[in-house]
């Protein structure tokens, strides 16, 4: 078995089914990461998180707040090569995979969504 057979990557790369939802969660990944960066205070004391009972519970600088989209990108690469792995044997369970990874990629995106929403409550 060849390392990277281009044709059957190609192929599997052609199917809407996985190529969009790849696509978007890329997309999304992405606008997560460059919203961090236009609206996250520049700063060594950036609020991560949120507690209801102790308020605002962990500070981290700007790489701290990055490795949200990066371990989501990360997520996705590796998704995608198990995808194609399978995708050999079976197409239907690749498909799966992708519509899991958007199901991650949109929980990613709600939790950068509230950690930016604590930073600009602040």
Do not use: E
Not at 57 to 86: E, K
Not at 102 to 113: E, G, P
């Amino acid at each position: 078995m060849r390392l990277l057979p281009t044709a059957a990557l190609a192929t599997f790369f052609r199917d809407p089914w996985v190529h969009y939802p790849y696509g978007f969660a890329m997309f999304v990944l992405c606008g997560v990461a460059i919203s961090f960066v236009a609206f996250l205070p520049a700063g060594d004391a950036v609020p991560l998180h949120y507690n209801v009972y102790f308020g605002i519970d962990y500070l981290g600088d700007m790489a701290t707040a990055l490795r949200l989209p990066l371990v989501g990108g990360i997520f996705v690469i590796m998704n995608a090569t198990v995808a194609w792995l399978v995708w050999q044997h079976k197409q239907s369970l690749a498909r799966f995979l992708a519509l899991g990874t958007v199901a991650v990629t949109i929980i990613i995106a709600l939790s950068a969504s509230l950690t930016l929403s604590i930073n600009l409550a602040t």
